[in-house]
Nanobody
Framework: QVQLVESGGGLVQPGGSLRLSCAAS????????MGWYRQTRDKQRELVAS???????RYGDSVKDRFTISRDNAKNTVDLQMNSLKPEDTAVYYC????????????WGQGTQVTVSS
């Protein structure tokens, strides 16, 4: 089946930046909406950002103006540029495909840990 492979997580100081990347294992795989969700130990997964195949993006209120989602349909990848990171951004970040505006799809990446700490 199609796999979503994530990379780019790590440890960063507050105010720093990270860039997450997600690639679909099947070149011909297409999902109208792809996105990034995140989850802490005590909370449910929440939407970070999503993007349509046409380039229309949405952001969670907590990351608006700090994070930028982008998509390369030819390469079948979706990236998340995270700037001005805060400790509260610490979470496991998951790539998602096949969802709608409000409901995530059934395709998930394995997750990549982002830790923001001094």
């Amino acid at each position: 089946q199609v796999q979503l492979v994530e990379s780019g997580g790590g440890l960063v100081q507050p105010g720093g930046s990270l860039r997450l990347s997600c690639a679909a294992s099947e070149r011909r795989f297409r999902s109208d909406i792809m996105g990034w969700y995140r989850q802490t130990r005590d909370k449910q997964r929440e939407l970070v950002a999503s993007i349509t195949s046409g380039g229309t993006s949405r952001y969670g209120d907590s990351v608006k103006d700090r994070f930028t989602i982008s998509r390369d349909n030819a390469k079948n990848t979706v990236d998340l540029q995270m700037n001005s990171l805060k400790p509260e951004d610490t979470a496991v970040y998951y790539c998602n495909a096949g969802g709608t505006v409000y409901v995530p799809g059934n395709y998930w990446g394995q997750g990549t840990q982002v830790t923001v700490s001094s």
